[in-house]
């Protein structure tokens, strides 16, 4: 037997020792792993927030343009006044703001300021209140997507340049010649200068790729095994070759035109615009020299030939037109509206008061949170009597047979099965075989419960489980029958643990989109459903599809729904944490 005493040296030995204090460093790192590991998660979480609620916050506003509208004038049969042209009206309405433009494609350009439904909103509000035939309002029509973004400086902005000096206007047939008695306009022209050296960057980017194609090219000449084959590759080297020197000779210019002092550049659509400004006109400048150049109106400026110091300035954009949505006219005429205080800017109800639509300022999410209440209503009517009574079948009364166990295994492996498998299952069962409404709450409802129910029977025979059998025992030593004692007294007592996992598999549900796209509730819907029957969208779809549409404004609208949908979800778990705290019992 070994003595106290070694006992006692070997755990006080240097090793012991040596062994204890690695012991405690393990822990400690594992404790800064841990918190590490926490750390990091929290802030991809935290990360994924701030884009989508950042994205989301473009949604939240709308703009406005406010126009007078000349009702007295108009061609308005009091008795049809639905069937009267409020399309025609609204344009007439911006042509009377700019008499100006006149050409087929200026014209549509205008047009597109103000969104495509702003004529049925006006003829609504005159349906409503007629007697506002006769005179002339000032209505504020909904600003297209384009002109809202433009506002909220999603699609550029234009930065102004302080002027020193007297500006003479030189007016001929189709330009008008800028100069200034200062050089007012280097900024400008060291902006488009920049352009020119992003432009040789490009070419020499693809010359580069022109050069990989000439050496790809002479290796295969290289290895070529007949004559045929080699010319074919030396005939596509000499084509390379001179295409990457032409792109290499267009950069040097570039360059060239770049460095050298002075200059006389042209503005394309490719450079950033220039435009200027004089009292209530614009002209937009094809040129540019260090003290002015050349240009075209976009607004008229009159018989003005000069103009002194500080009654002129003018706007830099700070992206090419090529590569935003609105034009330079249309910059021009959104800022003289916005000069004439004719841009309002209000908390977009309509989002959440309207039902879906193809153009992004009207489009609503109403429609798909009605959807997604009847489909919900629908699951839990179906899931959770089924599955409760269900669990309690299978923990009370069934007895342990071969058969009981097959069912119980076939319970846990739906719960692993993919959604859209549960989908398919729809596809074939409900809207083939039972001819069911497509595209409505009753199928996607059923399809979820289905998805459902063993999630709602596991987490109802856990919480059955966890009820003391003394309860049970004691209501059948009293004389209960076993029925009594299962709704009477263990039932209630598991309610919590119920309610629990059924609004957490409802949540689940609430976030579906596979199995409810195999269904067809991916079609579009406008119309606000009125029943289980009623062709309907729900939230998680209608992210989908907003997702996938190509304008921009869409973006927005879609991050806007998924924090629609994320507040859904938290609220319903905090639902389920606050009904277990609220009946749970202690034994």
């Known amino acids: 037997m070994v003595s106290m005493t070694k006992l006692s040296g070997y755990h006080s030995s240097a090793a012991s020792n040596a062994r204890l204090k690695k012991r405690h460093a393990a822990e400690v790192r594992l404790k800064a792993y841990g918190i590490i590991a926490i750390a990091l998660a929290g802030l991809a979480l935290l990360a994924l927030l701030w884009s989508i609620v950042g994205k989301a916050t473009g949604a939240l506003t709308e703009h406005y343009i406010t126009l007078p509208v000349d009702l007295e004038a108009a061609e308005i049969d009091p008795d049809n006044i639905g069937k009267a042209n409020f399309g025609g009206l609204t344009k007439d309405v911006l042509k009377e703001q ?21 004529g049925f909103e006006l003829r609504q509000d005159i349906l409503d209140d007629p007697s506002l035939l006769g005179k002339q309002i000032e209505f504020d029509f909904l600003a297209s997507d ?42 400008a022209l060291e902006v488009v200068k920049a352009g020119l050296l992003d432009r040789a960057r490009v070419l020499r980017r693809q010359a580069k790729l022109q050069d990989n194609g000439v050496q790809e090219f002479i290796r295969r000449a290289d290895r070529a095994e007949d004559n045929a084959t080699k010319e074919a590759a030396l005939a596509q080297v000499a084509t390379r070759e001179t295409q990457r020197d032409g792109l290499l000779a267009q950069a040097d210019e570039l360059e060239r035109r ?16 220039l435009l200027l ?13 260090p003290n002015g150049g050349r240009g075209e109106e976009i607004l008229p400026i009159g018989d003005i030939t000069s103009v002194p110091a500080g009654g002129w300035l003018y706007y830099v954009a700070d992206q090419p037109e090529v590569s935003r949505k609105v034009s330079d006219n249309q910059a021009v005429w959104l800022e003289t509206l916005r000069d004439k205080d004719a841009v309002k800017k209000t908390l977009n109800w309509r989002f959440f008061s309207s039902g879906d639509s193809r153009e992004p300022e009207l489009a609503g999410l109403w429609g798909a949170i009605v959807g997604s209440f009847w489909t919900m209503l629908v699951t839990f009517s179906v899931a959770f009597p089924i599955g409760v009574l269900t669990a309690i079948y299978l923990e009370e009364f069934a007895p342990k047979t071969r058969f009981t166990d097959i069912i119980e295994v076939n319970i846990n492996n739906l719960a692993a099965v993919p959604s859209i498998i549960f989908g ?68 209630p007592l598991a309610m919590p643990g119920i309610l629990t996992g059924t609004i957490i598999g409802m949540a689940q549900a609430l976030g579906e989109t596979a199995p409810l796209i195999m269904i067809g509730m991916v079609a579009f819907i406008v119309d606000i459903p009125g029943g289980i029957t009623d062709s309907a969208s729900v939230l998680p779809v209608q992210v989908f599809r907003w997702a996938d549409f190509p304008e921009r404004a869409f973006e927005a609208r879609t991050a806007l729904s998924i924090c629609v949908l994320l507040v859904f979800l938290v609220l319903m778990n905090a639902l389920a944490v606050f009904l277990r705290k609220r009946f749970e019992r202690r034994w």
Not at 99 to 118: C, E
Not at 430 to 456: D, E, K, N
């Open 98 to 118: 700019f008499p100006m433009v006149t050409n087929r494609k200026s014209k549509k350009l205008l047009y597109d300021l103000v969104s495509s439904g702003a």
């Open 146 to 187: 384009v002109a809202d973004l433009y506002f909220k400086g999603t699609f550029g902005r234009l930065d102004g340049v302080e002027t020193s000096g007297d500006l003479t206007l030189i007016a001929d047939d189709k330009e008008i010649e800028v100069i200034s008695s200062a050089p007012d306009f280097i900024a």
């Open 258 to 273: 770049a460095a050298a002092e002075g200059g006389n550049e042209k503005i394309g659509r490719k450079e950033p615009s």
């Open 277 to 289: 400004k004089i009292g209530d006109g614009w002209i937009k400048m094809t040129e540019v020299t």
């Open 424 to 491: 398919l299952l729809g596809l074939s069962v409900f809207l083939g075989f039972f001819g069911m409404p497509r595209s409505a709450p009753l199928v996607g409802g059923l399809v979820l419960a289905l998805m459902t129910l063993p999630t709602i029977i596991i987490s109802s025979r856990a919480a059955i489980r966890a009820v003391p059998p003394s309860i049970k025992n004691a209501a059948l030593g009293l004389g209960a029958s076993k029925v009594q004692a299962s709704f009477h007294h263990t039932l």
